[in-house]
């Protein structure tokens, strides 16, 4: 009789468990984590294709291997850890630690070559994967839930960079012909300002520059900084918000790529100088010409490498920065401040560099508030003004584009119509934005009742 009931309730259980995965949250989870790893898998092929590791093998290699990636390991493990008490944290922080202790104990007494990578993070990294296995074998129901969360959150920038690095591979390999002499003679209407920012950054020496690179390769740093206020009450409401930081970043890193495959740039430190690293660029580049002297000129389709990536149009850190200033709008005044520094320091980094034009810049403003209106949209139910104000993003961002590949000469001839024209467009999406988010927050207080008329005693 006991075994009969037993036998009853698991067949309960089983169809309970079968009837919640046919739930749609469950089933959208499912399919996406499978067009994830399909995804993965094609591009390790793709990759492979090209006599290049892909993302899978470059991250299974830093389980044991010397690590590129070290900060961005821990970064990744502090996203995950949103969900843990602060025990928890200190118990995962120490055993990442001590991982990273033990391989570099080893490292040493084997005499490794310890330049190709970073001295830790392996722990980090471990840690990440091990509390994947400890929500699939020790955990159950809602805590499950919420562990695999956070793991997944850690998971997407460890992920999502060694994927944005594939992809840039992908780009030099498959794009040689660069569009550069089209958006550098479209930057004429713009003033060109990368020739003019560079000049500025090469006159106030090592310092400036150090200043400028420090911020424009600590971004994640950054964007961790602001997840982390976004997150802060995840341990404790047993909850994620319906939107942070890190899902417009992750939207951004995954739309970008494809765009660079349509409009393939390498930038002017590359195209109109010697390159990033000295004068092995010169041989492809038009002449040496950044940051002194502009380029004039009709322009034309021009080759390049097989190395360089082509990821200037948009210029993603710009749309990051920009990402990271919209979410620290609503932080404390030094979350504020330091998110428009890092906007502000970002923008002069990737023009004094050499690494964008002007005309990138712009849409990857255009670019990042389009997505965020598209995030936010999703988030609360689409409605008119958010269909209105995504559709009027991607128009505006399609037509820059096209500009910039058909009318540069004009645009470069009527500099004071056409700057002040994509300056407009660039500022109506922005002012578009702000509109609609604000009818889209809550009131802040209720509206007061009236106060209940007394009857005159008669």
Known sequence: MISNVSRVFSRINRRDKLAAWRQPRAILWATAGVVTLGFLIALEI?????????????????????????????FSMALMMVVFTWRQRLIATGVAIGIDVVFLLVRLLAHADMSEGHPFGNGAWWVILGYAVIALTRRA?????????GVGLG????????VGDTWLLITSKT???????????????????????????RETGPIGAHVLDSVYTLLPAAAVVVALYQLRNVAAERRFPGHHLVRTFLVIGLLGPGIYMLFPVVGPVFAYGPGA??????????????????????????????????????????????????????????????????????????????????????????????????MRAFDRGW?????????????????LLVSYRY????????????????????????????????????TAALAQRPEPQLEPVV
């Open 46 to 74: 793709t990759a492979r294709g090209y006599g290049l590791p892909g993302p899978l093998t470059t991250q299974a290699r830093e389980l044991i291997f010397l690590p590129k990636s070290g900060f961005l390991l821990y």
């Open 175 to 201: 794009r040689p012909v660069v569009l550069d002499q089209y958006v550098a003679t479209a930057d004429h209407a713009l003033g060109n300002p990368s020739w003019v920012v560079g000049r500025i950054v």
């Open 383 to 399: 409605d008119r003004a958010g269909i209105q104000l995504v559709t009027y993003g991607t128009t505006v961002f399609a037509a």
């Open 407 to 442: 009318l540069p000469v004009e645009m470069a001839r009527h500099p004071w119509v056409f700057g002040p024209l994509l300056i407009l467009a660039m500022t109506s999406v922005v002012y578009g934005y702000l509109r609609t988010t604000r009818q889209w927050e809550p």
């Open 141 to 149: 129901g809602p805590e499950r839930v919420l562990l695999l969360k």
């Open 155 to 162: 998971l997407l920038m460890v992920v999502g960079r060694k």
């Open 277 to 374: 690293t000295g004068t092995g660029g010169l041989q492809w580049a038009v002449a040496d010409l950044w940051p002194n002297t502009p380029p004039v000129g009709i322009p034309h389709l021009m080759t390049y490498d097989g190395i360089t990536p082509r990821n200037c149009m948009p210029s993603l850190h710009t749309a990051w920065a920009a990402a990271i200033f919209i979410h620290s709008r609503k932080g404390p005044r030094m979350l504020r401040y330091g998110g428009t520094f890092w906007l502000v320091a970002t923008l002069g980094a990737t023009l004094g560099f050499g690494y964008h034009y002007g005309a990138d810049l712009i849409a990857g403003v255009v670019f990042t508030y389009t997505i965020e209106a598209a």
